[in-house]
């Protein structure tokens, strides 16, 4: 059986993903760093349905802590499906942000990529099949008002999946973003009124996390083999 490592997976996208991805017949880890009850929930629910999960909890940006479970983690074997889903935004105009607010965003959206990707390669590589996917945002492609540092470590993030695509194409590994818009959520139900979202959005809704985690579960199968290195934006038709 084939493990999977999905970051942040207990917020509304991350456990869709973590559901499908168990469905589709992975263990799922399922990690989560304030709210690790959410994540045991989520767990409770896959094995509920007859998956394998189990929870694992740390900051993506600490990067020690982060090798040191990952450590923990791999001696179970490799993890050869990784979704780096794990996100934080801290919204200001620019010329009133913070420091604090610039550095703790690409800390957790850009490093905390590094922290978590990094220690898994090696393993990865040794089995020749691999699955990196980068849960980005169109914030990453179009820029957003108030949201300099997350469009700078989304952006960021597209690149580092480019580049990491070309190192671990001849590998059998893939690495591919998806940048979703407007989904339905806790977040979005706060920001979004239906009106605002139908205004914005050509399709004139939002998209639900079942369908982030139906792109992410074909990008991390066998039949997306020939697919690396694209940024994905899965936004009702936002251009």
Known sequence: MKRALVTGGSGDIGGAICRRLARDGLHVIVHAFNHPERAA????????????????????????????????????????????????????????????????????????????????LLPMLRTRWGRIVNISSLAGVTGNRGQTN????????????????????????????????????????????????????????????AEVADLVGFLSSEEAGYLTGQIINLNGGVV
Request: aromatic letters at 4%; charged letters at 15%; a neutral charge.
């Open 41 to 120: 929930e989520v767990v409770a629910a896959i094995r509920a349905g007859s998956g394998s999960a189990e929870a694992a909890a740390f900051d993506v940006a600490d990067e020690a802590r982060a090798r040191r479970i990952l450590a923990d983690l791999l001696e179970g074997g490799p993890i050869q499906v990784l979704v780096n889903n794990a996100g934080f935004h801290d919204d200001a105009p620019m010329a009133g942000m913070s420091s604090a607010q610039w550095r703790r965003v690409i800390d957790v959206c850009l490093h905390g990529f590094f922290n978590v990707t990094q220690p898994l």
């Open 150 to 209: 997350y469009a700078a470590a989304k952006a960021g993030l597209h690149g580092a999946t480019k580049a990491l695509a070309l190192e671990l194409a001849s590998r059998g590994i893939t690495v591919n973003a998806v940048a979703p818009g407007i989904i339905a959520g806790q977040a979005t139900a706060a920001a979004f009124d239906p009106a605002t979202i139908k205004a914005l959005v050509p399709m004139r809704r939002a998209g639900t996390p």
